[in-house]
């Protein structure tokens, strides 16, 4: 057995993001990200879940160094241990597109309208191995349309991007990644733009990817039920913050951060269109990232808010021992001694000055 465990695939610690930017005629700072950290392991699934401007995209597009030059960037970014953040644009490429591959929501806009899908993937394998002909591209390419669920690919392949549906487009975007042997695939919000049934189609193949090659996924959405349907593990964002983490259905059945409750009570459930279940909008305006609360960033929305919650910004903390539900796989912690270093439950990370978590030392 071994004696440490593997280190995880991904670590990120302290992520921070900041813009300058010009409001009117006065430079403001934009902290779009502000202290985030998490991991994942090989083929696990991470979902990010937060309003728009919660920083979920900014956060994960520093991963494979996609932040435009005017982003100031700190903290700490490992693939496989080994430190991204600060690496040129040459020695980024060796991860960019290659171990880590990236889908957005709107596929059709990745493409140039002009080229066949047959030289956008002898492009894209020739990045890998510039030896790479054509008649072999195109096999590849066969075989990796038929996996990502496209039928008649090497027909296809004659087609140019206007000539697919969004659903396509972003299996094509798929079989890409793949084509590349990538580890690690950052999803964000790629089902927004489809229907429901389409939506479900893709998320049951990045499944599938996640079994079959033990790829990890990064699957970002504003649709919390989406993401609890896909994940392992869900980070609840709010104002560039992380502020809740456990275990998917720990999250789902029992969320303790009052911003979570408040995106459950305002999502809209699958079939509820026919019952009787009102959903209730969270009131308020996101918090605004030029001028940040002093405190908790939820405190102006919050119906449970108290003097306390605009004093600081309450910090990350284990969810205190016998005050969680402590359901989540992997986090078998029942009191006192199971945290790695005293008491909480470090699988169930809260930041609400209504949980008393204690900190690990
Ligand atoms: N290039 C940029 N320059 C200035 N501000 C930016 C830039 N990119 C993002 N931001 C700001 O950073 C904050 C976080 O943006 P981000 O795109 O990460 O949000 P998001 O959670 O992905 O939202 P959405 O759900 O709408 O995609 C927002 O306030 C956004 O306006
Ligand atoms: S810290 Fe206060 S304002 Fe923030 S979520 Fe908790 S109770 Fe609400
Ligand atoms: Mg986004």
Same mark, same amino acid.
């Given at each position: ?13 302290? +992520? ?36 728009? /401007? ?11 160094? +996609? ?33 880590? /591959? ?41 075989? +990796? ?39 690690? +695939? ?30 990890? #996924? ?5 649709? #919390? ?8 593990? #869900? ?92 359901? /989540? ?33």
């Amino acid at each position: 057995m071994d004696e440490f465990p593997p280190a995880p695939l991904l670590e990120v610690k302290d +992520l921070r993001v900041s813009f300058q930017v010009l409001r009117g005629v006065t430079r403001s700072l934009i902290r779009a990200v502000r202290g985030v950290s998490f991991s994942l392991e090989r083929g696990s699934i991470l979902g990010i879940v937060g309003e728009s /401007g919660s920083g979920k995209s900014v956060s994960t597009q520093a991963v494979p160094g +996609l932040l435009p030059a005017s982003a100031a960037v700190s903290g700490s970014v490992k693939y496989r241990g080994k430190e991204l953040l600060g690496l040129s644009v040459e020695e980024m490429r060796e991860y960019r597109g290659r171990k880590i /591959g990236m889908i957005f929501q709107e596929p059709g806009r990745s493409y140039d309208p002009l080229q066949n899908m047959a030289s956008v993937f002898l492009e894209t394998l020739r990045n890998s191995n510039p030896a790479v002909g054509r008649e072999e591209a195109a096999a590849k390419a066969e075989a +990796l349309l038929g996996e990502t669920g496209l039928p008649n690919g090497r027909e296809r392949l004659m087609n140019f991007p206007h000539q697919f549906s969004g659903g396509q487009l972003q299996r094509i975007g798929i079989a890409l990644a793949l084509a590349q042997n990538c580890e690690l +695939l950052i999803a964000d919000e790629p089902t927004t733009a489809l229907d429901v049934t389409i939506q479900r189609q893709i998320v049951e193949l990045l499944r599938e990817l996640r079994k079959n090659r033990q790829i990890s #996924i990064i699957f970002i959405s504003h649709d #919390i039920d989406l993401v609890a349907d896909i994940s392992d593990r #869900i980070m609840v964002m709010y104002g560039g913050m992380v502020m809740e983490s456990a275990d998917s259905p720990v999250i789902a059945s029992a969320p303790r951060h009052p911003y979570t409750k408040s995106l459950i009570a305002a999502s809209p459930r699958f079939g509820s269109h026919y019952s009787r279940e009102r959903l209730v909008p969270i009131p308020g305006k996101v918090t605004d990232p030029a001028r940040p609360e002093p405190g908790c960033p939820f405190a102006p929305r919050c119906t449970q808010a108290r003097s306390e919650c605009a004093a600081a910004v309450p910090e990350l903390r284990p969810l205190a021992p016998g005050t969680g539900d402590f359901a /989540g796989k992997g986090s078998a912690v029942t009191g006192k001694g199971d945290c790695v270093n005293t008491g909480g439950n470090p699988a169930h990370t809260i930041r609400c000055v209504l949980e008393g978590g204690e900190l690990c030392p």
